[in-house]
């Protein structure tokens, strides 16, 4: 199973460097084929040059200026258009993603989920530098959308996830142009009935560069696309719902992230 990893990027000069070279490394200590897309988002620092000198040297890097106007969740969409693999996951150009978390998802989809969702907020999970206003308005938003969906899962906002490629044909059309795309996917994914695993995953704040979410600007663009993917989750009448496997148990779920992440770590640990 080939994976991709989409990497939005505008401005990360500062970190996509160090961040492609831990991911193909942790890839490739693993064994898994994989090819990593970065798509930019019209940055004006060095990052293509950066990127493209990367690509140069090593062919499963791939540099794509996203063909569509400014925004997260187009950059995003411009590479879930363009990517080659069996699966997909996306990773944070800024380095906040850890590789290991992201061969722990590959593990899960190996196994036959078809979503691999990570928690940076359960036992397990490790959480460094989290700004503290962000954390309250996450918490509070995760917390909604957990009541409103009740699927048990408590990050459905973070990007890091992966899919296989049958999810992403499957959740089409995607609408969000902005970091609401964090919340459509994977909504959107759940309730047309593919199944998913959860393990905790680690996250570290941005060392380089400025974060590009603008929390007051975003707050109306999450309320839309969750209320639409809850409108036609009761109202489509099973319309858009896939014939999976979606009706696995939690705990079938969490014993075999469990499985994943130790298994993951052990390997990183010994390396």
Request: include cysteine; aromatic fraction near 10%.
């Amino acid at each position: 199973m080939k994976l991709s990893v989409v990497v939005p990027a505008n401005n990360e000069s500062g970190s996509i460097e160090a961040m492609i070279s831990a991911t193909t490394q942790a890839l490739e200590r693993e064994g898994i084929e994989y090819e990593l897309l970065v798509v930019d988002d019209a940055s004006t620092d060095s990052t293509p040059e950066v990127v493209q000198a990367i690509a140069a040297q090593n062919p499963g890097v791939r540099y794509l200026l996203s063909p569509y106007g400014r925004g997260f969740g187009l950059t995003v969409r411009a590479g879930l258009e363009r990517f080659e693999g069996d699966a997909v996951a996306i990773m944070m150009a800024d380095g906040s993603d850890h590789p290991e978390d992201l061969v722990a998802y590959y593990r899960l989809l190996e196994e036959g989920f078809d979503c691999a969702f990570g928690s940076r907020f359960v036992r397990g999970a490790q959480v460094y530098d989290y700004p503290k206003l962000k954390l309250t308005l996450n918490r509070m938003a995760n917390l909604w959308i957990r009541m409103l969906f009740r699927h048990g899962y408590n990050d459905t906002t973070n990007a890091f996830k992966a899919y296989r490629r049958s999810v992403i044909d499957t959740v089409q059309p995607l609408l969000s142009h902005h970091f609401n795309l964090t919340v459509e996917l994977p909504l959107k994914a759940i309730v047309r009935g593919h199944s998913y695993a959860i393990v905790p995953i680690s996250w570290t704040n941005r060392k380089e560069g400025v974060s590009k979410l603008k929390v007051q600007e975003m707050g109306s663009r999450y309320l839309f696309i969750v209320l639409y993917v809850f409108l036609e989750h009761h109202l489509s009448r099973g319309d858009y719902k896939t014939a999976g496997k979606a009706g696995s148990e939690l705990s079938d779920r969490r014993a075999a992230a469990k499985r994943a992440l130790s298994q993951t770590r052990e390997k990183a640990d010994g390396r």
